[in-house]
């Protein structure tokens, strides 16, 4: 009889698990190009956007981003640490006829100095601790030049756990299986997961465990100031209006230099 293995292989952020799956049956979490069209008038005035702007999409995923302000004629460069992602990301932007430089890299080892006047982060700004939101805020303020902007999202602790625990399965492939399972963990203020993928083809199973910390807005503001950011914004998530912690899911940030 065959031994099958009980051994799952770990991985970091889980290539092994989420590419061939997030290009598959969870593409939705890559934004669809209708969504970045309807949010970029928000962009365009929160970043004050110029064509003078050098951009970095940070975490681009397969670019919709990026391409949507190459269309409109901004310099930008996108970075992923995905080279699947990335592959994707050059085919789709060839066959729109825009030239993208993407660039292949882990933003939290980043090493620019005052290289970009925007970096840009969608549904890509993750982070496991304090310590680490504020290292990689350190990083971001050093890539920007002088009075340059960082945007990301951020949800709202007191509303986001509300969303756990949660547990959910898809067959990506006929015979591979993918299995997420995440709680919130109040200690401390983030959601812990692990992703299993199952493939009964190959017998190779993987185990990822993360962890994503979502602090409150007073201590995110803490941390923006400790990396050095003198000025910054918190709107409704995508939205030209004031975020309300009382009531709102999430929130957008501009911090500039
Ligand atoms: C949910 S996807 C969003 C992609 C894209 N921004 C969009 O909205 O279509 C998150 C992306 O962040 C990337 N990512 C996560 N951590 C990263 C890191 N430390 N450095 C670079 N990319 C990262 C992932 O590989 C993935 O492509």
Sequence with gaps: MDVLPNEFLRTDFGHEIYDEWYLGSASYNFDPPAFVERHFPFYEKALSLSKDDKILEAGCGTGSYARAFARRGYPVIGMDLSPN?????EKITQRQNLEIEFILGDYNKMGFEEEFSV???????FYQSKEGLVSLLKRIHTALTPK????????????RKQQFPMVDWSEIQENVFVLQKAEWDEGNQGERGTWLKIDLRTQ????CDFFNQHLRPDALKNCLVAAG?????????????????????????????
């Design 119 to 125: 970096i840009f982060f969608e549904g890509s700004f």
């Design 148 to 159: 340059g902007k960082v945007y990301f999202v951020h949800s709202n602790p007191s509303t």
């Design 204 to 207: 190779q199973h993987y185990r």
């Design 229 to 257: 950011f003198m000025d910054f914004h918190f709107y409704k998530k995508r939205r030209l209006e004031d975020f309300h912690p009382e009531n709102d899911d999430g929130f957008s940030v501009v911090a500039t230099k």
């Design 85 to 89: 992602f990335l592959a994707e990301a």
